[in-house]
């Protein structure tokens, strides 16, 4: 398996639009993972799914943020309006979880630069 | 989830052992010890995990104390690549499973 992808690897919007990042997990994972990673305030957990259903969203900063797993292999989370707050790096992460080994895999991220 | 605390930064020699220590007084039955580790730049990557028993794999050892109140992440022969952030994390099991990062030991590898 390639592992988790994440698309693009970097995004540069202006202030105001959309902005969609894309992950693919590891096929057979039912975990998935939403992390945003900034020098002020680490790596926070934003959501995640297992089997595809939202357990946990507590993280998610604001209505602006959303996140959806329509299938197994796919994510987005959807930033709109962005705002330049909203610049971090972006990492997606899936596992087993104690179905099987706990351990996640992270994406090499999404570096969001918003202006 | 129960807390964790972490040493800020330790340095260490190429070549020595490393051992990172982490507190987790509150955890509770259910939940496990992982560690991970960030390379600058990387997503953050799986080391190990434990319950209660010590464990060992190719990467590292982990030693839980008797009472699980505190751990210690051991590197056995610390190399230049082994310059990272290195995250402990308590997180339950089953359904619950969710990893919440804190932030972490910078460890520094000196030649």
């Known amino acids: 398996d390639a592992g988790v992808i994440q698309s693009p690897r970097h995004e540069v919007t202006e202030m105001g639009q959309e902005v969609t990042l894309r992950c693919k997990p590891i096929?057979?994972?039912?975990?998935l993972f939403w992390y945003r990673q900034t020098m002020m305030r680490g790596l926070e957990l934003l959501i995640y799914?297992?089997?595809?259903?939202?357990?946990?969203d507590s993280g998610m900063p604001e209505d602006r943020f959303s996140a959806k797993m329509p299938n197994a292999s796919f994510s987005t989370l959807k930033i709109q309006p962005s705002e330049p707050r909203d610049s971090a790096v972006y990492f997606c992460?899936?596992?087993?979880?104690?179905?099987?080994?706990?351990?996640?895999?992270f994406g090499q991220g999404t570096r969001l630069t918003v202006v | 989830d129960a807390k964790t605390t972490q040493p800020t930064s330790m340095d260490c020699a190429e070549g020595r052992a490393a051992n990172l220590p982490c507190n987790h007084s509150?955890?509770?039955?259910?939940?496990?010890v992982y560690w991970y580790r960030q390379i600058h730049s990387q997503g953050p990557q799986y080391i190990i995990h434990g319950l209660k028993n010590n464990e060992t794999n190719e990467m590292a050892s982990l030693i839980i104390t008797e009472d699980r109140k505190s751990s210690t992440l051991i590197l056995p022969h610390a190399t230049l690549r082994d310059t990272a952030v290195y995250y402990c994390?308590?997180?339950?099991?089953?359904?619950?499973?969710?990893?919440?990062f804190g932030k972490g030991t910078l460890l520094t590898v000196n030649p």
């Open positions: 096929s057979g994972h039912d975990y």
């Open positions: 994390i308590v997180a339950r099991g089953g359904s619950n499973y969710k990893l919440t």
């Open positions: 799914f297992n089997n595809n259903v939202p357990i946990d």
């Open positions: 992460a899936s596992s087993l979880g104690f179905s099987g080994d706990p351990e996640a895999f």
């Open positions: 509150t955890i509770s039955g259910n939940e496990y």
